[in-house]
């Protein structure tokens, strides 16, 4: 599985958000996007999943430019969870299963296997007890995992997640995201939380006014000198006993 | 299981709303004598008003009422609005405008399939209308319904203009008849046209069920889940605007229907489009049915029906909007 930027620029009405972007990711399992506010972030993660169209350069999934794949096609092999949820007065387990939605045709029925396999999810995930409630009734952080359950349920080798742990309290940033480093996947995760990213990221990309400035392990990226030079501001770098992955110390 | 348990006891209920609109009007009719008309009698006066009034109106009722409650349902859905609705986005007055000229232009001499085309055309100009402007202005889905209503207020405007400038007094009976609907014009040959469009729609609309859950997400989830949300929209209007004409083109404007009977169901049963749909259909018959039989029964003379679905549907509304009815 691999995805490229190559040359990417992207604009929104006549504001230039993405610049000169050359990527590569398929190398790396867990992969981490950061950066400050308006530094284009999401913006690359959108276009990842052709929700925006570029204006010079290309994308590509598997060699192919992603603008030549059918929607339904790219849903089969790259799975959201979007910044912004958007739900309505539906049971956790109908919001599941939208993620078998692209496998169906027009009348095709849900099989029994792939009920089981979304029971699977919800038991992974620890969703049980949410199973038949109303996910307008949910707290954030309970959303977020049945978005990821629908993102899991859609089969994807790939899965883009655009600052998940936002408005999530501590218990809730942990158990998504060690959820998510459990599983077999190519992961792309906007992350605002340099701590969560270190702590998670096998790779990080580094972003600054709409263009990548460095990218590597945690230990490369978050250095003293690349956190002024970027956020601004003067930090101590720790190493953290347990995995020595640095800790970053305001 | 639960939803087909659903889907047939609804069914069974608008069966049940059908028949008793047939058997209560001017003249009434016991079960035991429909049944006996209906399958043995071919010659009487009693059995020509069953075959020839009754039934094509209870008939083309339910078929008017299911499609203005899918109508709603999808137009809530494609705006992302529980308060959009064909009669709220101008979808309606776009049709009875179309109707309204086609009228003026060619005076009574146009037959039902002109009046229905024409009515469509309306319809779908001010769908039309609604989507370009959105795409122009790149506006959000929350500003379409604006649009929408806009468009309503233009469309509705120059149909009272019409109305004003017009001397003819049979013509203008007809056209205040639009504005507030009856479904006294019921006949086999209207109701063919009403179930060919409403057939033709719900096919679609429940072929493309959980797209249509998608459309109600935001456009990002919609396309990681593999929709083109902004050609899906056009489509769903366009289907949109195909079932409320032809429903118009014949029957009026009647309002309300399709903002209360989705709400209900969605306090019912909650928002998943593959059960609401086809429970909106036939909750919507029901819903129609019933409100015709009051509208023919409860005075000397007959009420206009958006009269009826207006003044029963704003105080319904206001109690479920008071959460007196919900059911978790």
Sequence with gaps: ?250 | MKFKLLVSIVLICLVMCVMLSIMIGFVDYSFKELIYRLLFDDLSLRREIIINIRLPRALAAAMVGGTLAVCGVVTQAVARNPMADPYLMGVSSGASLGAMICLLVFGGSIGSFGLSSSAFLGALLSSSLILAMSFKTSASVYHMILIGIAINALCSSLGSLLIYLSNDANLLRTLVFWLMGSLAPASWENLFWVFLASFIGLIFFIANSRNINLINLSDDEAISLGLSPKNFRLLCLVFVALMTASSVAFFGMIGFVGIIVPHILRFLFGGDHIALLPLSFFSGGCFLVLVDLLARSIATSEIPLGVITGLLGSPFFFWLLLGKWRVS
């Design chain 1, 1 to 250: 599985m691999r995805l490229e930027a190559k040359d990417l620029g992207i604009s929104i009405g006549t504001q230039k958000i993405l610049n000169d972007i050359n990527i590569q990711i398929g190398h790396n399992r867990f992969n981490g996007i950061i950066g400050p506010n308006g530094s284009g972030k999401s913006t690359l993660l959108r276009s990842l999943f052709n929700v925006l169209r570029p204006d010079c350069g290309y994308i590509s999934f598997n060699d192919r430019v992603l603008t030549s794949y059918k929607r339904i096609e790219l849903a089969k092999n790259i799975a959201v969870v979007p910044q912004q949820q958007s739900l309505f007065e539906i049971t956790v387990e109908k919001v599941i299963q939208m993620g078998l939605y692209p496998h169906k045709s027009f009348f095709e029925k849900i099989s029994d296997n792939e009920l089981k396999y979304i029971d699977h999810i919800i038991d992974l995930l620890g969703l049980n007890k949410l199973k038949n409630r109303d996910v307008t009734t949910l707290s954030g952080g309970e959303r977020q995992m049945v978005l990821l359950a629908r993102a899991l349920a859609q089969k994807t080798p790939i899965l883009l997640l655009d600052e998940p742990t936002n408005h999530l309290d501590i218990y809730y940033q942990i158990l998504f995201l060690d959820n998510l480093k459990s599983l077999d996947k190519l992961l792309v995760v906007v992350f605002h939380d340099l701590n969560l990213a270190s702590k998670y990221c096998d790779h990080l990309f580094l972003m600054s006014q709409g263009t990548i400035i460095g990218e590597g392990s945690p230990q490369d990226i978050l250095t003293k000198s690349i956190i002024r030079q970027v956020y601004g501001l003067d930090v101590e770098i720790l190493e953290n006993p347990k995995t020595g992955k640095p800790v970053v110390v305001l």
